[in-house]
T-cell receptor
Framework: AQSVTQLDSQVPVFEEAPVELRCNYS??????LFWYVQYPNQGLQLLLK??????LVESINGFEAEFNKSQTSFHLRKPSVHISDTAEYFC????????????FGTGTRLQVTL | DGGITQSPKYLFRKEGQNVTLSCEQN?????MYWYRQDPGQGLRLIYY???????QKGDIAEGYSVSREKKESFPLTVTSAQKNPTAFYLC???????????FGPGTRLTVT
């Protein structure tokens, strides 16, 4: 079985500042890793994913995450946040070869202020 | 536009009543899923279906039932046996079980 830990339930940050949202996972087998974003009262949108290959993955809106197998981490980073990045961010893991059974973390609320 | 539709967006029911949540997709995806979201607990898998007329229990299936009679539809029934039904319910689909999931907008169910 897999598990995901998002230690920070809330992360306040000023606009244009950098941010890191932490995600650690536990698994006895190889994994796929995902970051999803959820805006208020909406469904989840896939932000980025790691399946294989390069350990650094990027999204189209400036976020990036790096798969670190030795530290079992998949932290999400952005060098300069915008007000519109305010949302809840979920890290998720699944066993390699299937994304059908995703295990989600409890989420991190990113609050960007002026 | 292809996507996932969940209706209604808000649903109110009295305790002891069964209620069915709708989920429709026009993405031609084979797999569909139902999740429950509670504050501070992330998402938990209720049921999933990899193919028509077949479905499997997720982590918290007790008190819920599903059907998959058509590829594009995967309705979820919240029965009176579900002890804490008030939650935000999310439906998702994927092309196959090795592909990422796409989520619908969700239905917020309130039971009083």
């Amino acid at each position: 079985a897999q598990s995901v830990t998002q230690l920070d339930s809330q992360v306040p940050v000023f606009e244009e500042a950098p941010v890191e949202l932490r995600c650690n996972y536990s698994s006895s087998v190889s994994v796929y890793l995902f970051w999803y974003v959820q805006y208020p009262n909406q469904g989840l949108q896939l932000l980025l994913k790691y399946l294989s290959g390069s350990t650094l993955v990027e999204s189209i809106n400036g976020f990036e995450a790096e798969f670190n197998k030795s530290q079992t981490s998949f932290h999400l980073r952005k060098p300069s946040v915008h007000i519109s990045d305010t949302a809840e961010y979920f890290c998720a893991v699944s066993r390699t070869g299937t994304a059908s059974k995703l295990t989600f973390g409890t989420g991190t609320r990113l609050q960007v202020t002026l | 536009d292809g996507g996932i539709t969940q209706s209604p967006k808000y649903l109110f029911r009295k305790e002891g009543q069964n209620v069915t949540l709708s989920c429709e997709q026009n993405l031609n995806h084979d797999a569909m899923y139902w999740y429950r979201q509670d504050p501070g607990q992330g998402l938990r898998l209720i049921y999933y279906s990899q193919i028509v007329n077949d479905f499997q229990k997720g982590d918290i299936a007790e008190g819920y039932s599903v059907s998959r009679e058509k590829k594009e539809s995967f309705p979820l029934t919240v029965t009176s046996a579900q002890k804490n039904p008030t939650a935000f319910y999310l439906c998702a689909s994927s092309q196959g079980t090795a592909d990422e999931q796409y989520f619908g907008p969700g239905t917020r169910l309130t039971v009083t």
